[in-house]
Each structure stands twice: as structure tokens, then as C-alpha cells.
């Protein structure tokens, strides 16, 4: 009878229901406190016992859900004593169900608990393997920091509200304040995550901006901790106390701590914080400190794992980009001592041309004025000869006449040493040219009782070369060492290859020269010789440096004398000759 009442009782009440349901709509508009259900924090949610006895059907993730509710649910306990028979078999049953259910409940949120972390887990993996890539795509310090600053406060794994580095500045001894991720003000913290929410930026997206850019823009809380300097001791704070001990320290207490610094007690101050050093293979290179000071969640142990992985991995490519940095301002600095050198060398150059040319100057004024003194004497004679109509003699307009010769000589070797003279750059055979030059003089050196020998090499020695200038430096080196035997002696002139250079040798049996003259002998207007104008050996070696070449001078005193002329080999032999 009872359950007869029962039953009209719940279809009179279904039917109601649905009425209502059908009059208002929806499920969790309805005013009934039996329909609603009666676990906290879920009141907006039906009664899954009502649910089921109105026939309303829940998909399996919703029956597990309520499930776990309804088991330390009173009404749902009752619903299932009054479903129970008063068999004891039926209790039996009942207790065995309602135990197995709370078995499945508590497996349920275990298994639920697992992935979650699992979860977590692999985000963090796929965040470090990001960050892992992208620090290998630069070599810039501030970006590498930026990189694991986005890293540690992405939402997709880390999420902590705020992250900042200092590094070690070990030529002071210091621990400076780098990069701050986040805000300083709490004023701050919705204007930032509104931009990244309204723009959507992934992680992904937040490093490729980083590696896209020239450089960092400044936060607040950077321009805040670029100021603060720690030195490395015990007593100057929690940073400097996590680089010394090189472990990490999990403040999670909002008790007082030692900061080292009153600028950090704004922004760290009665917080809970984890500062994680950053130790590479020898060094510990500084510390990363986090915070969840917006949503307060609290820090935990594996979190401090976690980053610790996180820093371990950054800490090789962080020393490598302060390498990277030191050398780079290494390199600036001595950009600039040789900037400064180059300065210095062209000021010494300027003043060593401006000398040179003091002294080329007064020398050349020396060697006109002896001719022209010479010339002004005779002249000065012809003159007076002539006043007096005397017969001038021929010897004195001679003398004049040899020493305008001689100052149009100095004048025109003055000027193929100061001037640079275009060369005819044609193939020549050096044999040929040095056989040429030999035979205009031959005849003269044979008078002077010199014997020549020659040893040329036995085949062509190409040379792209002006003929007659290299001719004018052979006539001028073979008129030297014939100087040098007078009383005759023996010459030997001999050609070859050397490398990439081939070569003339000219050695003479003369009196040969000290070290000291040796040193002076392609000076301008030096000369041993009682004639001469000391430019001829100074002409001869700006020559062949305009082709590439040069000449070498070995000399004992007494025993002679040779000149080596180097002159670079044509590269293409092969080539015929104009």
C-alpha cells in the first residue's frame, strides 16, 4: 500500500516537473529544493536521484561526476536505503555496492589526481624542449633571458605570476639585477594578461616575437632591478645566500626575510617566492626568482624540481651568450685602441711625410746650390772676361755647361722618385732584358778590366713588366758595381726562379760596404761616390716596387757586393707575349 502511494506520489511530482520544465525552459530555473541538488557548491546542479527517477538521461563523464557527489551525498544515501529490501542478503548487497562505489569514487579521483600531473608533466617537457630550441637560435644574452623568463610564466606550463633573473658579475664580485618578466605594481598584472588574452599570443608565438626582435623593450620591472647591485656574502639576502650555498631556496612563508636589498622589499616582500640558482658545469651564473604574488598559489617541491631542470638546462647557453657578450665588448674595446692606434700611425706618418719632405727639401736645395753656385762663379768669369774683351776660353762655358746638365739630371730623377709613373705592363723574358742591358755596356766593362760571367737559367722567365724601366734599373745596378771595381774585378750576373718569384743576381768582387752604408743606400741623395746624385739607387728600388718586386743587398766590406732583384713570375706562362 505504502509503495503503491509512493509510486502515484512520484509520477504526480514527475509530471509537475515537467510541466515546469516545459513552462520555464530550462533545468536549473525550477524552485524546487528537492530537485536541486543538495552537495556544496552544487546547487545549480538537479539531483541526479531526481534525474533519474524523472527518466532524464545523463551522458557517462556527467554520471561519473555526480557519482562522486552522491556517495557522501544524505539524500542520495537515503534514496539507496529506501531502494533496499529488508533481506538481509538485500543489505548485504546494498553495503557491498556502496562500498565498491566508493572504491571507483576514490580510484576515480586518483586516476583524475595522475593525469592532471601527468598532464602538467608533459606540458612542462614540451615547454622545456621549446625553450631548449630557442635558446639555440641566438647567441644574444637578453634574448636567451627572455626566453626562459617566457618560459617560466607561460600559462601552458609553469604559469608563475612573475619571474626575474640576476646574474653574477664575477670581475666585482656582485649580483646584479638583469630581466623582470611581469609587473611591478599590481595595477599592472590585468593590463598584461588582458593583452596576451585579447591577442591571443601562444608560447610559441611569445618566442618568436622575442627572436624577431632587435632588442628587449624595457618593462617596469626591469628598469626596477637593473638598480639593484647585491655583493656576494653571507649576510646580503636570500639571492645571494641560494649562489653561495648553489641550492634552491622555496620562501613560503609570508614571514620577514632577509632581501639584501630595501628596493627588493617592494616587489618581494612578504610574498612567497622560490629563487632557483642557475649553476652551469664549474660556475653558478645566478638565480631565477618566481612568484604567484596575483593568484597566491603556493609553490611546491616539484614546482622547485621542475625549475631547477629549467635552469640547468639554460645555465650552458646563458655562460655561452656572457662569453659571447665579454667577447663582444673585448672586441669593441679593441676596435677602438686600433681605431685610436690608426690614428696615432697616420698622425706619425703625416708627421714622418712633413719630416721626410722637410729633409728631401734641403737636400735637394743642398744639391742645386753646389751647381749653381759652380755655374753662377763661371758665369761671373765669362762675364768679366767679356767686359774686358778678353778671349773667354772654352773650359769655363764647358763647366757651366755640365752642371745645367747635371741639375736637369737631379731635376729628372727627382721626379721619377716623387712621381708615379704609369707602367707598360707587357710579358718580357728577364734573360732577354738583362742581355740587352749587359750588351750597351759590355764594351765599357771589358775597358775597366772586369770579367763577366753569366748564368742565366736555361729557360724563359716571364715577367709582366715596363722593359725600358727595368732595363733603366739594370744599367743603373750593373753602372754600381762597375764603379765599385776600379781596378777591375769580376761580375757575375745570374737569373732564376724562386717560387712564385723569379730573380736577377748581380755580384761584383768590389770594396764592398759597411752595415752602415748598406742601411743609407736607397736614401735619397746618399751617396759614397765623389760624383753622383744619390737618387739613382733610391729610383731603381721605386721601380721594381711598383712591380710587385724587390731588391736585396748582401755586402762584406772588401769582399764585394750583390744585388738581388725579386720580381713576381707572370701567373699564366702559357700565354703568348705582345
Request: hydrophobic content about 40%.
Amino acid at each position: 500500500m505504502l509503495r503503491l502511494k509512493l509510486s502515484i506520489r512520484n509520477r504526480f511530482e514527475r509530471r509537475m516537473i515537467g510541466v515546469k520544465l516545459r513552462l520555464e525552459g530550462s533545468y536549473f530555473m525550477s524552485n524546487s529544493e528537492y530537485e536541486r541538488c543538495g552537495f556544496k557548491g552544487h546547487r545549480s546542479e538537479l539531483c541526479w536521484v531526481f534525474q533519474t527517477s524523472a527518466g532524464i538521461s545523463s551522458g557517462p563523464s556527467d554520471i561519473q561526476d555526480t557519482v562522486g557527489r552522491c556517495i557522501r551525498c544524505d539524500v542520495f544515501n537515503k534514496a539507496l536505503e529506501r531502494a533496499t529490501g529488508r533481506r538481509e542478503s538485500d543489505r548485504l548487497l546494498t553495503l557491498t555496492l556502496k562500498r565498491l562505489i566508493g572504491q571507483l569514487v576514490d580510484y576515480n579521483m586518483e586516476l583524475t589526481s595522475t593525469t592532471g600531473s601527468l598532464q602538467k608533466r608533459i606540458e612542462e617537457l614540451a615547454v622545456l624542449k621549446s625553450v631548449s630550441e630557442a635558446l639555440l637560435q641566438t647567441e644574444d644574452l637578453y634574448k636567451a633571458l627572455a626566453i626562459v623568463l617566457t618560459g617560466v610564466t607561460s600559462g601552458e606550463a609553469f604559469g608563475f605570476n612573475r619571474a626575474m633573473i640576476f646574474l653574477v658579475d664575477s670581475t666585482r664580485n656582485v649580483l646584479e639585477g638583469q630581466l623582470g618578466l611581469g609587473h611591478l605594481e599590481y595595477r599592472e598584472a590585468p593590463k598584461i594578461w588582458n593583452n596576451l588574452r585579447e591577442n591571443r599570443l601562444t608560447f610559441e608565438n611569445l618566442i618568436d616575437k622575442i627572436l624577431d626582435m632587435d632588442d628587449i623593450p624595457v618593462n617596469n620591472l626591469s628598469r626596477a632591478i637593473k638598480e639593484i647591485v647585491l655583493p656576494l656574502a653571507p649576510d646580503r639576502g636570500v639571492l645571494t645566500q641560494a649562489i653561495l650555498e648553489r641550492r634552491p631556496l622555496n620562501i613560503s612563508t609570508e614571514a620577514e626575510v632577509e632581501l639584501g636589498d630595501s628596493r627588493l622589499e617592494p616587489i618581494l616582500g612578504r610574498i612567497p617566492f622560490a629563487v632557483i640558482p642557475i649553476i652551469s658545469r664549474y660556475n653558478v651564473l645566478g638565480v631565477i626568482t618566481v612568484d604567484n604574488s596575483i593568484t597566491c598559489e603556493k609553490i611546491t617541491e616539484e614546482d622547485i624540481r621542475t625549475l631547477e631542470t629549467l635552469a640547468n638546462q639554460a645555465a650552458a647557453k646563458i655562460e655561452n651568450a656572457l662569453l659571447h657578450r665579454t667577447l663582444e665588448l673585448k672586441y669593441a674595446e679593441l676596435k677602438h685602441v686600433h681605431s685610436l692606434l690608426k690614428k696615432n700611425q697616420e698622425y706619425l706618418v703625416e708627421s714622418e711625410r712633413l719630416a721626410e719632405l722637410g729633409r728631401f727639401a734641403t737636400t735637394i736645395a743642398h744639391e742645386i746650390k753646389t751647381p749653381l753656385i759652380t755655374i753662377g762663379g763661371y758665369a761671373q768669369r765669362v762675364l768679366r772676361k767679356l767686359d774686358r774683351e778678353e778671349k773667354v776660353e772654352r773650359r769655363l762655358v764647358q763647366i757651366i755647361s755640365d752642371e745645367i746638365l747635371r741639375l736637369e739630371r737631379i731635376a729628372v730623377e727627382v721626379l721619377d722618385l716623387s712621381r708615379k709613373s704609369p707602367l707598360q705592363l707587357v710579358a718580357h723574358d728577364l734573360n732577354e732584358i738583362v742581355s740587352e742591358t749587359l750588351e750597351v755596356q759590355e764594351r765599357k766593362l771589358r775597358y775597366q778590366d772586369i770579367v763577366i760571367e753569366k748564368e742565366f737559367y736555361p729557360k724563359e722567365l716571364e715577367v709582366l713588366s715596363d722593359k725600358d724601366r727595368l732595363k733603366q734599373v739594370f744599367f743603373n745596378l750593373i753602372q754600381n758595381s762597375a764603379e765599385a771595381m776600379s781596378e777591375g774585378g769580376k761580375m757575375k750576373l745570374s737569373t732564376g726562379r724562386n717560387g712564385d718569384y723569379i730573380y736577377l743576381r748581380i755580384s761584383d768582387t768590389g770594396c764592398g760596404m759597411d752595415d752602415q752604408a748598406k742601411s743609407k743606400l736607397f736614401t735619397p741623395f746618399y751617396t759614397s761616390k765623389r760624383t753622383g746624385t744619390g737618387l739613382g739607387l733610391p729610383v731603381s728600388k721605386k721601380i721594381i716596387d711598383d712591380h710587385g718586386g724587390s731588391i736585396l743587398v748582401e755586402s762584406k766590406l772588401d769582399r764585394g757586393t750583390s744585388f738581388i732583384v725579386n720580381l713576381p713570375a707572370r701567373a699564366n706562362p702559357s700565354e703568348r707575349r705582345a
